[in-house]
């Protein structure tokens, strides 16, 4: 199995309620800029496809990108992941690279760094102590059957299917080698934090 990017389509989230925020985040301007501008743009450095989720397909249709609508709706990041794997066994892509909308710092070596690691695993994923971000991270086809049983048991939780498959963590040290100030783990979820990246940017 190569570990090329060809391989790997890009898939940003977008299907969020942003009830923190109040209002949709992917449409906030961050110094003149989208937050879901900045991820789709650090997206096509890395990946020749790139898709969009959403709940909201119409929304979307200006970015230029292929826009799905989750095929079930409501049952958080979850629905999200399983629309993107449905939808690159549909491509022949052999594994997806899924963020959320709403993370602006994304940064393109670390990403690239996780996909030239990804080789013989299911699941590649950033690790920071014992916390996880399951939206910045590679998930094989391989997942699909095991996405859905979580689903049909109603276990919305990503990481509920993670003993099932072959996990690679990407240890603090790893990723400080890219981005020392872990600036990827990055969300914004209410208007302070707006105010405050935007004087920091």
């Known amino acids: 199995m190569s570990s090329s990017t060809d391989e790997i389509a890009g898939i940003i989230l977008a299907g969020g309620k942003s009830l923190r925020y109040g209002q949709d985040k ?3 301007s ?5 937050l879901i501008e900045r991820v789709i743009s650090v997206m096509r450095q890395v990946f020749q496809d790139v898709i969009l989720i959403a709940n909201e397909v119409g929304k979307y249709a200006g ?6 609508e989750d095929v ?16 690159i066994q549909k491509i022949q892509k052999s594994a997806g690279f899924f963020v959320a909308c709403d993370m602006p710092f994304l940064n393109p070596e670390l990403i690239a760094y996780m996909v030239k690691i990804r080789d013989g695993f299911d699941v590649v994923i950033p690790r920071i102590g014992k916390n996880i971000e399951p939206l910045h991270a590679i998930y094989t086809k391989n997942c699909i059957p095991y996405i859905e049983e979580s689903i049909h048991k109603k276990n919305y939780g990503i990481r509920t299917f993670f003993p099932k498959v072959s996990v690679r963590y990407v240890e603090k040290d790893e990723i400080m080698a890219y981005d020392p100030e872990l600036k990827f783990l990055i969300n914004i979820n209410t208007p302070e934090d707006i105010r405050r990246f935007r004087l920091n940017v």
Do not use: E, H
Not at 30 to 34: A, H, P, T
Not at 63 to 68: E, K
Not at 75 to 86: A, R
């Open 26 to 28: 992917a449409f906030i």
């Open 72 to 87: 079930i709706k409501g049952i958080g990041p979850i629905g999200g992941i399983l629309t993107g794997m449905l939808w």
């Open 63 to 68: 970015f230029g990108l292929p826009v799905y």
């Open 30 to 34: 961050l110094n003149g800029v989208f």
